[in-house]
């Protein structure tokens, strides 16, 4: 792979100074590891890291026949719910079924309002096609629908849907944000404080971006809520070697799963307003919420119930997405983001940066679009969309409690309640053996208790170190998202293996 | 809008200190216009700029009843085929409409090979849904026959699917391959080597990344082909102040519509190979050749029949699209880029890269692996589709003549023959008198130009200004786009202006 046809040609009538050459070698690559970006170097991201590679690979062996002490690999890697065998909303597949191949629309088979969407659609979009640019911002029509979804969830507060951009996913929306905020030099570098544990986009986002990553802690002890005395103590730490000026906070939670209680959630605005911090509401399992008691409450909502004080100033954007809740629908890259209170300058910016992608995919914005406004009460679709809806949320809801059940049954884990969202993120006693064998495989704590886990169960979870953890605690993130039989499958198996691991390294 | 919360507390309780609150103001906005990303200030993007807003606005005030000498806004501003009335490909969407709601696949009004497609891609697809993540890299199944379309394409030259990465769209592949190269500060910088004309997402993304452009202009006279002196010319300025890394091709040309000669191709690899450079051939208008005597050489191919002096050390990266060619598929934001010679640890860290934005939209991946798989001799699709691909081929071909054509009839304007791609980049004389009008407005000459004429007649064309000319020369990019009857009246139209405009001016 060397490159040979310079033969001949000296370094300098190659006009190469001498440093150069000693840098990368005159004949190697123009890429190499030490001379590419040096801030994507230092991204990391552990939902799709060496334990999910390794999976794979270890699927792949199954299928030639290698033999493993089971049969099959069990992904709860990832909040990747269709994988997982869960069906797909009807209405939603038969309009964008319609939208991809209109003859459909003269299909008696499909039901009314499924071809009034679809045809709602087609007609907000350039040449009737699915096939066109959208504008940059999204389809008008799906923009002032999910205006009216907005209110609609907030009690009539007002949504303007020139404040809404539909994204590539939440995690596009997320990107940009930062990638606005990022500037300054050394101690005036813009920091962003994000909960940990953490969901790995937003530290290989700031990783990426080069801005000051600030961890927050959740509390373990508190069912992971947030803290203001630690809000207080991560923003002072961080004041001294860099310029915080944003807030991310995850509701309900990944990898978490907790929901932030209403007084927790005007707690976290008042700071944000008196410490003059952005603050970036990821509320992407919005719809996910099991446990009673809990509810969800929106970040915009609540600003605004706090009165003009805070809902005239307080900068916050607001992102969802159509790969959670019950649509689970993540290969589209369907998501929007609401900005509130964005300086019209910066909003103008905005507007040109998302304007260079040109737009968010079509079909996905179009789901967004059938996501915000289902069939309605009275419409041929309705009764069966709120069927699938519900077995859907109740499914979730069985699998979240029996998850927190089962693995308290196990000594040495403790978990708590899955009150929202897909995950759970119980916390695993390691002895002192087991910890330095990991050491000695060069592997943090929970990593090497994972990848044993996954060699002989071939069950693939992610370690709580992927995501960010207090120091000598050990934890791991599971989907709750396997089918019921596997679930079971899944938990006994974490339960035998956790008692084998403990015994042997005890 | 400002923020009064805070009444009492002074700016040292804040923690706040000097310098921030003299920048900010204490109450005001978190992120304005000063405390933004700089280089996102920086990022320009014409094909969507203040021309296209207003054409915008003037289409609303038309709905509104407001009078103006044209009954509609024709919209040559960017390569949007189906906005323009393209249909899309009947396979294409068969398939694609199954994959959505694959109950259709028990419907016997879809041909079998587009059942047959369906079938395979669900397959592929986690849980046989579009709905799940796929890998990062992309669905296995479109990786394949991605490598075997471009193996077909390039008379059976290798390609391994392990090199081939799914995007979003052609832009995202570009985004990302850039942001692997940027490193440096200062003469150490990244430098990267655009055409001049060039399509600005290229000199947004390098703004965005803090990346330095270094200009080369194509030549004009010679149907703006690549020249190889002025590429030296270029690099040798560059090595003065940055550390240039790549070279990016456009081919066929995009704004410029000229395809490259092989000759050419091969003068531009050896100059990569000598000096050192990363090529990357942006190569989505592959399709899209039109002219007599011009053919769609691919960089890959050319590469490797230069023999492995080159073809086992050039580092190329090329990029497709399912937005352009016959199929004009934007809004499914599909492409795919191929590797080769890349370093493997560089491509474990485009791997990682990838992984964190999840995977591109898998409807898109769908709709690629259709491009790269079409219904072949003997499936029942097969005579439908070439004459749908010819019928759209054709047109264009018919479009790209009659546009050159009718330009060059209008004393002042110079047209090079459109050779390929969507699009005709005249040049156009425009007197002192109308330059100094420009200046006055605090506008480019070719802004002025065209605002005038879309104010005048409701046509939407892009100045040349915006993606990059000559000094002393101006253009406009004009899309071939609009049906046939439309052109016809676009071409008249800016005949006319354009004398109009000369006469005034004289």
């Known amino acids: 792979m060397l490159n040979v046809s310079h033969s001949g040609l000296s370094a300098s009538r190659l006009g190469y100074a001498k440093e150069k050459m000693s840098e990368n070698g005159p004949w190697g690559k123009v890429l190499t590891i030490d001379t590419m970006n040096p801030t994507v170097k230092k991204v990391e991201y552990a939902v799709r890291g060496p334990i999910v590679q390794r999976a794979v690979q270890i699927e792949k062996e199954l299928r030639e026949g290698v033999?493993?002490?089971?049969?099959?690999?069990?992904?709860?890697?990832?909040?990747?719910?269709?994988?997982?065998?869960?069906q797909p909303i009807t209405f939603f597949r038969q309009v964008l079924a319609m939208c991809s191949y209109p003859e459909l629309l003269n299909d008696s088979s499909f039901p009314e309002d499924a071809k009034h969407r679809a045809r709602r659609i087609l007609q907000s979009c350039g040449g009737s096609s699915l096939g066109a640019y959208s504008a940059s911002q999204g389809i008008d029509c799906v923009l002032q629908d999910v205006a009216r979804y907005i209110e609609r969830?907030?009690?009539?507060i007002p949504c303007n849907p020139e404040n809404v951009y539909l994204t590539t996913g939440?995690?596009?929306?997320?990107?940009?944000?930062?990638?606005?905020?990022?500037?300054?030099?050394?101690?005036?570098?813009?920091?962003?404080?994000?909960?940990?544990?953490?969901?790995?986009l937003?530290?290989?986002?700031?990783?990426?971006?080069?801005?000051?990553?600030?961890?927050?802690?959740?509390?373990?002890?508190?069912?992971w809520s947030m803290d203001l005395s630690e809000l207080k103590r991560s923003?002072?730490?961080?004041?001294?070697?860099c310029n915080p000026r944003a807030l991310c906070i995850i509701?309900?939670?990944?990898?978490?799963?907790?929901?932030?209680?209403?007084?927790?959630?005007?707690?976290?605005?008042?700071?944000?307003?008196?410490?003059?911090?952005?603050?970036?509401?990821?509320?992407?399992?919005q719809d996910n919420v099991y446990a009673e008691g809990c509810e969800f409450h929106s970040f915009k909502k609540v600003l605004f119930e706090m009165g003009p004080e805070y809902s005239d100033s307080v900068e916050l954007v607001s992102f969802h997405s159509t790969s959670k809740c019950y649509m689970g629908e993540c290969g589209f890259r369907g998501g929007y983001m609401e900005i509130i209170n964005m300086d019209p300058e910066v909003k103008a910016q905005l507007n040109k940066l998302v304007s260079v992608r040109l737009c968010p995919p079509v079909p996905g914005q179009a789901l967004m679009g059938l996501v915000v406004n289902p069939p309605q009460p009275g419409e041929p679709s309705y009764i069966n969309f709120i069927k699938e809806r519900s077995a859907t949320l109740s499914a979730l809801a069985e699998k979240a409690r029996l998850t927190e059940e089962i693995l308290n049954t196990v000594p040495g884990i403790s978990c708590n309640p899955v009150q929202g969202a897909m995950y759970s993120f119980p916390s695993i006693s390691l002895s002192k053996?087991?910890?330095?064998?990991?050491?000695?495989?060069?592997?943090?704590?929970?990593?090497?208790?994972?990848?044993?886990?996954?060699?002989?169960?071939?069950?693939?979870?992610?370690?709580?170190?992927?995501?960010?953890?207090k120091d000598g605690t050990y934890h791991f993130r599971m989907t709750i998202l396997p089918p019921m039989d596997k679930l079971k499958v899944l938990l006994t198996k974490v339960k035998e293996f956790h008692q084998r691991f403990t015994n042997q390294y005890s």
């Open 170 to 200: 939440a995690s596009d929306g997320i990107m940009t944000m930062l990638k606005l905020l990022v500037c300054g030099e050394d101690e005036g570098r813009t920091g962003v404080m994000i909960s940990i544990p953490q969901y790995p």
């Open 153 to 156: 969830r907030d009690g009539g």
């Open 202 to 223: 937003y530290s290989a986002a700031l990783a990426e971006l080069g801005a000051v990553q600030i961890n927050y802690y959740l509390n373990e002890d508190k069912c």
């Open 433 to 469: 053996a087991a910890i330095e064998e990991a050491a000695e495989n060069d592997q943090a704590p929970d990593m090497f208790y994972c990848m044993r886990l996954l060699e002989e169960t071939g069950i693939c979870l992610v370690p709580g170190s992927g995501f960010g953890q």
């Open 251 to 285: 509701n309900p939670g990944n990898p978490t799963g907790q929901v932030q209680s209403r007084d927790c959630i005007e707690d976290v605005i008042r700071f944000a307003a008196k410490e003059r911090l952005l603050l970036m509401a990821d509320e992407v399992y």
């Open 67 to 86: 033999k493993k002490p089971f049969a099959e690999v069990i992904k709860a890697n990832i909040g990747d719910a269709h994988a997982m065998g869960q």
């Open 235 to 241: 923003l002072k730490e961080a004041r001294r070697h």
